[in-house]
Nanobody, 133 residues
Framework: QVHLVESGGGLVQPGGSLRLSCAAT????????VAWFRQAPGKEREGVAC?????????????FYAESVTGRFIVSRDIARDTVFLQMNSLSPEDTAMYYC?????????????????????WGEGTLVTVSS
C-alpha cells in the first residue's frame, strides 16, 4: 500500500524560505512522476512543480514549474530516502496555501503536458504553509 506524507510546512515571514518533504512508503519515487500542488482558501488547486521519473533509460528526472514559482522554488528527489523535496525561497503571502504532493502509479511516468494532476494516483494529506509578517 502506498502512502505519501508531506511535512515541513509552517509559518514564515515574507521573503523567507521553507523546505517541504514528501516521504513515500510502498513506492520508490525515483521511478514515478511526482508533483507538488497547492490550494489556497477559496481558490482552485494549482500545480506548483512536477518531476519526471528517472529510470535512466527513457526518463531523466526533468523538472517543471508553474510560472508563479519559477526561479523561487526547486523540486528535487532523494533516492536513498524515497523523498521528494520542494525548496521554497522568497516566499510571499500569495504562496500561503495547503501544499500536497502526488505521485503516479505508472513506472517510468512523466508529467502530463497539460495537467500535472492527470495520472497522479497517490496523494498526501497536505502540509500548511502560511506566509505572514
Amino acid at each position: 500500500q502506498v502512502h505519501l506524507v508531506e511535512s515541513g510546512g509552517g509559518l514564515v515571514q515574507p521573503g523567507g524560505s521553507l523546505r517541504l518533504s514528501c516521504a513515500a512508503t510502498g513506492l520508490s519515487l525515483d521511478y514515478y512522476a511526482v508533483a507538488w500542488f497547492r490550494q489556497a482558501p477559496g481558490k482552485e488547486r494549482e500545480g506548483v512543480a512536477c518531476l519526471n521519473s528517472n529510470d535512466g533509460v527513457h526518463t531523466w528526472g526533468d523538472t517543471f514549474y508553474a510560472e508563479s514559482v519559477t526561479g523561487r522554488f526547486i523540486v528535487s528527489r532523494d533516492i536513498a530516502r524515497d523523498t521528494v523535496f520542494l525548496q521554497m525561497n522568497s516566499l510571499s503571502p500569495e504562496d500561503t496555501a495547503m501544499y500536497y504532493c502526488a505521485a503516479s502509479g505508472d513506472y517510468g511516468s512523466t508529467c502530463h503536458v497539460i495537467n500535472w494532476s492527470y495520472g497522479m494516483n497517490y496523494w498526501g494529506e497536505g502540509t500548511l504553509v502560511t506566509v505572514s509578517s
